[in-house]
């Protein structure tokens, strides 16, 4: 089993929080955390069925979601899928895929963590 280091800009929460308010930023970030846990599912079987054009379109939206809650390793490595797809490359797709799912677990977790931290 890999270690992955998760990197949370604590930066990007504090301006969620300052601009939405505890409420708002509450319900974004859960409402984040629950549509990345979806959509990590949802690549791991578009991975597993070879639809690698709708794995591409599920990861690009990751990338977007992580990026509004401060998971820039998350968002980097979605990032890497889709030049893998791009690329035609199945064993980096496989690869940076399993990679995506292992720092999308601890990032999930991660992230809850620090919204803990806030309350």
């Not at 930066?11 to 859960?30: F, I, N, W």
């Not at 998971?71 to 990032?79: D, H, K, N, V, W």
């Not at 064993?91 to 895929?97: K, S, Y």
């Amino acid at each position: 089993m890999h270690s992955e280091t998760v990197r949370l800009d604590p930066d990007k929460l504090s301006a969620l929080y300052d601009q939405l308010g505890e409420a708002g930023a509450e319900d974004v970030v859960c409402r984040a955390i629950e549509e990345m846990a979806v959509r990590l599912t949802h690549c791991e079987r578009l991975w597993r069925q070879n639809d690698m054009a709708n794995l591409r379109k599920s990861a690009r939206s990751l990338i977007a979601i992580a990026e509004q809650i401060g998971m820039t390793a998350l968002a980097r490595i979605a990032s890497d899928v889709t030049e893998a797809v791009d690329a035609e490359d199945a064993p980096a797709v496989a690869a940076i895929l399993f990679r995506l799912m292992r720092v999308g677990e601890r990032s999930l977790t991660a992230v809850w963590d620090q919204q803990d931290m806030t309350i």
